[in-house]
């Protein structure tokens, strides 16, 4: 059976990192894979989580199964932390899933059961992981422009695209922190999208995956919370990965908003069977040190304060790059970084000279122009201003 297996496609973040480690070079720089690291370069335990799991530790008494939906409560302080306590609460339901990754693939799931064959529109470029789920799902792809000529979100041409799409499509949007582009569209654009939707009568569906590291917690959920206050449907699919530093422990939630708390009741059934014949039941550990952590006022601040410094460390990193950028002639290319917001920025380089960036001075981001700009160590980023500059000055 095994020898009828044609050459699968490889996962082009893992082979650079797979590259990177194989990399003998001292001043090598990993900027691939979206993870926060500290001035030292490492990933931390958040404080607020090291204290939720000795806690969980110490009272721990069972490993009895949840259930298809995982820790219900869990799943409402995540309902309660997206849409605001009680908001929306009577035509909202939520289902605990393997990271945000699952989250998107039970939703596109609950898609294909719904309608087939329905046309899900993706950001260009997106998430490299959006089409492969979405189409995996058996669902139909299109996709829209997200930035104009200068880096930034092109509020006009995505508005225009949008606007072509039919009643009961899907529209895929990430609620903040754009990856991989960092742009992220303002209040006003959020607005007209919203409306966009309503008068369009497609369905949104959010991936928000890193809140909190863009202009604060409350900000960063303002988008989701626009849109489920205004569309009679909504997706949303939601990980703990970047904003509670759950990587491993894959931690998410899926969320979906009805007109009526019949239709929500069944979507939820549905969330539930499709869960039990991908995986049956999620990990508790994450659910559980989550939701340690948001229903324990004193722990919830020591998070909302470690989240804060991260978003600190995050937009200082950003600021040095652009400075130093600018600092050795290349304005406009320190302007377009200096708009983005979040985890990751694109950098204005071609496929090849990200190649040259990687071969010539040892910096790895992704081919398209993705760098981490989470994981740069504090002392690291002179250089990787310097190896930005040497590419561009060779044009």
């Not at 909190?212 to 990980?239: F, K, N, Q, Y």
Request: charged content about 25%; some cysteine.
């Amino acid at each position: 059976m095994l020898e009828l297996l044609p050459p699968p496609p490889t996962d082009p973040l893992w082979d650079l990192t797979y590259e990177f480690g194989s990399d003998e070079r001292a001043e090598r720089l990993n900027l691939v894979l979206g993870v926060y690291r500290d001035p030292s370069g490492r990933t931390p335990v958040m404080a607020a989580v090291r204290e939720a799991e000795i806690r969980l530790a110490e009272r721990s008494e069972s490993k009895e199964y949840r259930g298809l939906s995982g820790n219900a409560a869990f799943n409402r302080a995540l309902l309660a932390m997206v849409l605001g306590p009680g908001a929306e609460a009577d035509r909202a339901a939520a289902v605990q899933t393997v990271a945000g990754s699952g989250a998107l693939r039970l939703l596109a799931d609950l898609i294909c059961r719904t309608r087939p064959g329905t046309t899900v529109w993706i950001s260009d470029p997106a998430y490299v992981n959006h089409r492969p789920i979405l189409e995996a799902a058996g669902l139909r792809v299109r996709t829209y422009g997200w930035c104009d000529d200068e880096g930034g979100f092109d509020s006009e041409g995505v508005l225009a695209e949008l606007g072509r799409a039919e009643r009961d499509d899907v529209v895929l949007l990430q609620g903040c922190c754009h990856n991989p582009t960092g742009a992220d569209p303002s209040g006003e654009d959020w607005a007209a999208l919203a409306e966009l939707a309503v008068r369009g009568g497609w369905v949104p569906f959010v991936d928000l995956a890193y809140h909190g590291l863009g202009d604060g917690l409350e900000a960063d959920l303002w988008a989701t919370r626009h849109l489920a206050a205004r569309v009679p449907e909504m997706l949303i699919a939601v990980s703990c990965s970047k904003n509670f530093g759950l990587y491993s422990d894959r931690t998410g939630c899926a969320i979906v908003l009805g007109a009526s708390g019949r239709s929500v009741r069944h979507a939820e059934t549905a969330l539930q069977n499709a869960a039990r014949t991908l995986y049956s039941m999620p990990p508790e550990h994450g659910a559980a040190v989550v939701t340690t952590v948001l229903e324990d006022d004193g722990l919830r601040a020591l998070w909302r304060a470690e989240l804060d410094v991260m978003r600190d460390r995050i937009e200082a990193n950003r600021s040095e790059l652009t400075a130093r950028l600018s600092a050795q002639g290349h304005e406009a290319q320190a302007r377009s970084l200096a708009r983005q917001r979040g985890m990751f920025s694109m950098l204005p380089l071609t496929s090849q000279e990200m190649l040259r960036l990687r071969r010539e001075h040892a910096i790895y981001g992704t081919t398209a122009g993705r760098i981490n700009i989470a994981g740069i160590p504090a002392d690291r980023i002179p250089c990787l201003a310097r190896g930005i500059a040497a590419v561009l000055g060779t044009r």
